[in-house]
T-cell receptor
């Protein structure tokens, strides 16, 4: 399934590094999302972009910085991360309407991040 | 505000026997409800969704779920488990009619299928 792609698939970084995660959706959707999936915890919504505007930031630390240059691409810039930030980071997209109905989200395969 | 509880963190069944994964939800409005599946090292894939049409929803791979408002439940079932069904399953709720509210995910149920 190639509707939503994420790169890299795996990333190991030190606490002083700067890296970026990339997400691309090929579905023509107008909304994109970043989620964090940690072991034994529910999926946590981090950021939402609707029509390229950030509409949600769930109290995410500033060491995570999202960027949405257009409706097909979403980045997550990482700097000075902590070991507890190690997790699977999932990107998703959906086609949102103004009717208040939450549409189906389509997920990428995720980036497995390890912070040493 | 909405929430979702998956009652079992792990379910184990024998191949060919029925599957039941339980989910209860809480919602202030009419909810949309989803089941997603995640295979190892993969992203989440939509199995089925309920948005106010028929209360019995059929999904992919023979799965179905029934919306029961009186019980605030949306349990996932399959008549006969297959080895390829072994995965993590997530029940998800979203309030409809309250703006563009985000999805709220349950903690997941890991399904093991024994040969």
């Amino acid at each position: 399934e190639t509707g939503v792609t994420q790169t890299p698939r795996h990333l190991v970084m030190g606490m002083t590094n700067k890296k970026s995660l990339k997400c691309e959706q090929h579905l023509g959707h107008n909304a994109m999302y970043w989620y964090k999936q940690s072991a034994k915890k529910p999926l946590e919504l981090m950021f939402v972009y609707n029509f390229k505007e950030q509409t949600e930031n769930n109290s995410v630390p500033s060491r995570f910085s999202p960027e949405c240059p257009n409706s097909s691409h979403l980045f997550l810039h990482l700097h000075t991360l902590q070991p507890e930030d190690s997790a699977l980071y999932l990107c998703a997209s959906s086609q949102e309407s103004s009717g208040g109905v939450q549409e189906t989200q389509y997920f990428g395969p995720g980036t497995r991040l390890l912070v040493l | 505000a909405q929430s979702v509880t998956q009652l079992d963190s792990h379910v184990s069944v024998s191949e060919g026997t029925p599957v039941l994964l339980r989910c209860n939800y809480s919602s202030s409005y009419s909810p949309s409800l989803f089941w997603y599946v995640q295979h190892p090292n993969k992203g989440l894939q939509l199995l089925l969704k309920y948005t106010s049409a028929a209360t019995l929803v059929k999904g992919i791979n023979g799965f179905e779920a029934e919306f029961k408002k009186s019980e605030t439940s949306f349990h996932l079932t399959k008549p006969s488990a297959h080895m390829s069904d072994a995965a993590e399953y997530f029940c998800v709720v979203s309030d409809r009619g309250s703006g563009n509210t985000p999805l709220v995910f349950g903690k997941g149920t890991r399904l093991s299928v024994i040969a």
